[in-house]
Each structure stands twice: as structure tokens, then as C-alpha cells.
């Protein structure tokens, strides 16, 4: 069966641009949560969606915005980029979540903002 | 989130089998326990999870302790492709991972 999706692969964009980010779930997955990985602060929870709620949150500010929508993709946006926005943005799909089911990742989306 | 300890690194020999620890002594009584792999520029790999007994799967078996402070992920033939970054975590109702800083395997051919 398909993975998870997401697209695009790369992306380079320019400091105060805005930038959309998709990810369509494993066929039957209704939790989508979003991570972002850097060098210097590892792997780091973004947000979870599950039936177009979002039902837990990380620390990150307000430029990061999700949704999810009735098929189960997800979107994230993120608001005014700054440099350090610059990272791997990675996708996870489960089931059901809070634990219960294994979660599977995308390949991520890598943006650079410069 | 409840915090996890892991040895920085392990070595194995190819075909050897291998146990990875980790130690989540303030675990909630309802978090399961996760274990994911990281490849160099992939993201994240399912690897396996469990509550309380101990589980089996294709790729790994987890034991759990009986009073789930710790756990050990066992790979039981080593392999060139299990060279990773390994990653226990404790996840529950906030169905949030937090990935620390987890275990760099490398395995010798």
C-alpha cells in the first residue's frame, strides 16, 4: 500500500514569503502530525490533527498553522519565514494516534529559506 | 512527556543479535512504548511499540519490564541495513513524540 506523501521534496523560499506544505496519509490513517527537524534542536513535535481537529499542539509559534481536511490530508503553513524556518518538515500518519498505533513518516519536505 | 535514557551508541556485529536499552522510569501508566530508527537523510522509521507484555514483529521484539520502567528493543540477526539511529518514546493520550537524542547503532560486517 502507499506510504505517506508528501510534497514538495524541496523547496527554497525567501525570507517574510509564506509557504504550504502537504501531506496525504496512509488510506485509513485519520491522525496526521507534523514534526520539524534541524541539526541543532533534533526532531520536533509540531502539531496533530485527527478528523479536521487539532487535537495537541507544540511549542511553536503562531506562524505555524495546520489543517486537516475530511480525506485526511493534512497542510501546513508557516507565515513570514524567517531563516531559521529553514529544516527537514516531516509528516506522520497513524490510525488513530495518542499511542495506540504505530506512526509512519514521510520523506519530508526540505525547505530553505534564505 | 516522560523522560528516556539511552547509551549514546552501540556496536554489533552483522548477524549477531542486538539489545538496544532504554530506561523511562517516570513512564504514565497508560503511555506505550514506541521505538523508531532514523537512516542519514530519512525520516523516521515504525519500529515497534507495546504497552506491557512483550511484543514481536517482522523487524525487532520489544521486552518490557514488569513494572515498565525499561525496555529493550532486540534485533535478533544484526544487519548492514540496521546501521541507525535508534529511538525509544513513550507516547500517550497527547499522541506526541519526542524523539531524544536515541542510540547511533553501528553494525561491523
Known amino acids: 500500500k502507499a506510504g505517506v506523501t508528501q510534497t514538495p521534496r524541496y523547496l527554497i523560499k525567501t525570507r517574510g514569503q509564506q509557504v504550504t506544505l502537504s501531506c496525504s496519509p496512509i488510506?485509513?490513517?485519520?491522525?496526521v502530525s507534523w514534526y520539524q527537524q534541524t541539526p541543532g534542536q533534533g526532531l520536533q513535535f509540531l502539531f496533530e490533527?485527527?478528523?479536521?481537529?487539532?487535537?495537541n499542539k507544540g511549542n511553536f509559534p503562531g506562524r505555524f498553522s495546520g489543517r486537516q481536511f475530511s480525506n485526511s490530508r493534512s497542510e501546513m503553513n508557516v507565515s513570514t519565514l524567517e531563516l531559521g524556518d529553514s529544516a527537514l518538515y516531516l509528516c506522520?500518519?497513524?490510525?488513530?494516534?495518542?499511542?495506540?498505533?504505530?506512526?509512519?513518516f514521510g520523506s519530508g519536505t526540505r525547505l530553505t529559506v534564505v | 512527556d516522560a523522560k528516556t535514557t539511552q547509551p549514546n551508541s552501540m556496536e554489533s556485529n552483522e548477524e549477531e543479535p542486538v539489545h538496544l536499552p532504554c530506561n523511562h522510569s517516570?513512564?504514565?501508566?497508560?503511555?506505550?512504548i514506541h521505538w523508531y530508527r532514523q537512516l542519514p537523510s530519512q525520516g523516521p522509521e515504525y519500529v515497534i511499540h507495546g504497552l506491557t507484555s512483550n511484543v514481536n514483529n517482522r523487524m525487532a521484539s520489544l521486552a518490557i519490564a514488569e513494572d515498565r520502567k525499561s525496555s529493550t528493543l532486540i534485533l535478533h540477526r544484526a544487519t548492514l541495513r540496521d546501521a541507525a539511529v535508534y529511538y525509544c518514546i513513550p507516547t500517550g493520550a497527547n499522541s506526541k513524540l519526542t524523539f531524544g537524542k536515541g542510540i547511533t547503532l553501528s553494525v561491523r560486517p
Open positions: 490533527y485527527f478528523s479536521e481537529t487539532q487535537r
Open positions: 506522520a500518519s497513524s490510525l488513530g494516534g495518542q499511542g495506540h498505533y504505530g506512526y509512519t
Open positions: 488510506s485509513g490513517h485519520r491522525s
Open positions: 517516570t513512564i504514565s501508566g497508560t503511555d506505550y
